[in-house]
């Protein structure tokens, strides 16, 4: 079992950043496989980065170049630096966990991308 809790959300103007950070507790993080992802209001839950136990990161589209995902194993945590933040990124950001069959899912942190 793993338990992830998500913080660094909040409230920020467009072309600004925050760092979004999951803390991941309960054994074996090195193993999994980890990811982001968000949900808008009235939208379907989206993958927005994904990182391999390994460290090779992949991106959807439109936050390519944008938003970089990391992980440091030592202190069981993955990151998702967001820069050049847009109105359509505001959404509820989830850290995921998963390994073979299994996933774990986070509480969830709002961000919210507005002037």
């Known amino acids: 079992q793993v338990q992830l809790v998500e913080s660094g959300g909040g409230l920020v103007q467009p072309g600004g950043s925050l760092r979004l950070s999951c803390a991941a507790s309960?054994?074996?993080?090195?193993?999994?496989?980890m990811a982001w992802y968000r949900q808008a209001p009235g939208k379907q839950r989206e993958l927005v980065a994904h990182?391999?136990?390994?460290?090779?990161?992949d991106y959807v589209d439109s936050v390519k170049g944008r938003f970089t995902i990391s992980r440091d194993n030592a202190k069981n945590a993955v990151y998702l630096q967001m820069n050049s933040l847009k109105p359509e990124d505001t959404a509820v950001y989830y850290c995921?966990?998963?390994?073979?069959?299994?996933?774990?899912w986070g509480q969830g942190t709002q961000v919210t991308v507005s002037s």
């Open positions: 995921n966990a998963q390994r073979s069959s299994r996933q774990f």
């Open positions: 990182i391999t136990s390994g460290g090779s990161a």
């Open positions: 309960g054994g074996g993080f090195s193993v999994y496989a």
